[in-house]
């Protein structure tokens, strides 16, 4: 697990298969065989981190997209992505 912040550039893992189910994200963990569901803001995230991407572009697009405040917006995506990083979903590069 590695520390993210703003700076980080974040990818979905490539362990996993997921699915766009009537606007939910469906997603199996490969390594854990655990199932995990996301929709809304979650299912737009995960989208967005298909292709690496800076946390600060991902706070930015999400900001633009939904009646959310810039401070609100980065704790946010921040606690969604240490959650996803916790459980082994999606990689990490630098942002220490």
């Not at 967005?48 to 917006?73: K, Q, W």
Request: with cysteine; glycine share 10%; aromatic share 6%.
């Amino acid at each position: 697990m590695n520390a993210i912040s703003t700076r980080s550039i974040v990818v979905a893992g490539k362990d996993q298969v997921s699915s766009d189910l009537a606007g939910e994200t469906v997603l199996l963990s490969m390594s854990s065989a655990h199932y995990y569901g996301f929709e809304g803001v979650g299912s737009r995230i995960w989208e967005l981190i298909a292709e690496p991407m800076r946390v600060s572009d991902i706070c930015t697009t999400i900001g633009n997209e939904y009646d959310v405040t810039p401070e609100r917006c980065e704790a946010d995506v921040l606690g969604f992505l240490r959650a996803l990083d916790d459980k082994g979903l999606i990689e990490v590069r630098g942002g220490e």
